[in-house]
C-alpha cells in the first residue's frame, strides 16, 4: 500500500537520515521514479523534505522535525521496543524490521531497564524461509498443504487454512483450520 510506504519512508529517513532516492529504491523494492512521486506526495503532505546535489547527495528530513506521538506514552513505547527487539532476535522478517523502526524513531528509546534476545533460538535459514511462506500465506489466506508427524510418529499428509504462527517453548507451532475435522 502507498500510505504504508510513505509512513516507511518517513521513518527510514528520520532513522539514517540522508539517503539516495537509489537506496530508497531498493529498500522498498520500486523504482527511483517512485520514490520521487512519493518524497513529492510526503513533501505536499507537511513532511519538510530536503534534496541534496553531488556525490553526497539524497534526501532527508529536516533537521528538528518530530514526528508526534499520541499513541502511548515513552514508558509504553519502550516496552512495545523491547519485545519488538527481542522477536527481531529471533525472527527474520523484512515488515517486523520496518515496524521496529517506526516504534524506535517514535520512542526515541532510551537505555533499555529489560531487554529480550533470543537470538539463541534464531533459526536456521530454511526454517526461516518456510516461516516467512506461512506468514504470507496467512496473510493472503492460502490454503497449505505439507506433512505432519504427530506424537505415535505417524506421518500425515494434510491441508489447512493458517492462521497465525505461535513460538512456544523453543518450539515454532502453526494454528490453522483444518477442515478435514472442522476444528483448529
Known amino acids: 500500500m502507498k500510505i504504508d510506504r510513505l509512513i516507511s519512508i518517513v521513518v527510514y529517513l528520520l532513522n539514517h537520515g540522508r539517503t ?3 537506496k530508497l529504491a531498493e529498500e522498498f523494492e520500486v523504482s527511483s521514479r517512485t520514490i520521487m512521486r512519493d518524497l513529492e506526495s510526503l ?3 507537511g513532511i519538510p523534505i ?3 546535489y553531488g556525490v553526497e547527495g539524497g534526501y532527508q528530513i529536516m533537521d528538528g522535525f518530530i514526528w508526534e506521538k499520541q499513541v502511548a506514552t515513552s514508558h509504553e513505547y519502550d516496552w512495545i521496543s523491547t519485545a519488538l527487539e527481542g522477536m527481531a532476535s529471533a ?8 515496524t521496529l523502526e517506526k516504534v524506535q524513531n517514535i520512542s526515541h528509546t532510551r537505555a533499555a531497564v529489560v531487554s529480550m534476545d533470543l537470538g539463541a533460538v534464531s533459526e536456521d535459514d ?3 524461509e518456510q516461516l516467512m511462506l506461512l506468514e504470507d500465506a496467512i496473510e493472503k489466506r492460502c490454503v497449505v498443504r505439507f506433512s505432519y508427524t504427530n506424537s505415535h510418529d505417524e506421518v500425515k499428509d494434510i491441508q489447512v487454512e493458517p492462521v497465525r504462527l505461535q513460538y512456544k517453548w523453543y518450539n515454532w507451532y502453526l494454528i490453522g483450520y483444518y ?6
Open 20 to 22: 539516495s532516492a537509489q
Open 43 to 45: 513533501d505536499q503532505a
Open 50 to 52: 530536503q534534496s541534496y
Open 91 to 98: 525472527y527474520a522478517s523484512k515488515s517486523l524490521k520496518q
Open 126 to 128: 530454511k526454517t526461516n
Open 179 to 184: 477442515g478435514k475435522y472442522q476444528d483448529y
